[in-house]
């Protein structure tokens, strides 16, 4: 058996709950009502996208490496008087 890692994200939803985000498979469209639940909609879609390719022949997304950093940006604001 083998193991595949994914980098997934995890969106809080206006109406409560969370989104998945999983850039490797952008395919992927699953949320939950809690974290943990979130988190098993994520690992069961990733495996249902993985057995599906495997039994069609068609490769097996690799992960995608996100890289993250924080912009700051100041902005004048001017005021009509």
């Known amino acids: 058996m ?3 890692n994914y980098t997934v994200f995890y969106e809080p939803a206006e109406d409560g709950g969370y989104i998945v985000h999983v850039p490797a498979i952008p395919e992927i469209c699953t949320e939950g009502e809690t974290l943990d ?3 098993l ?3 069961d879609a990733i495996r249902l996208v993985i057995e599906s ?3 069609r ?3 097996i997304p690799e992960d995608v490496v996100i ?3 924080p ?11």
């Open 71 to 81: 912009i700051k940006e100041k902005v004048a604001i001017k005021f009509a008087a």
């Open 57 to 59: 022949g068609e490769p």
């Open 53 to 55: 390719n495997l039994e």
């Open 2 to 4: 083998k193991e595949y």
């Open 67 to 69: 890289k993250q950093e």
């Open 41 to 43: 909609m994520a690992e």
């Open 37 to 39: 639940e979130a988190r």
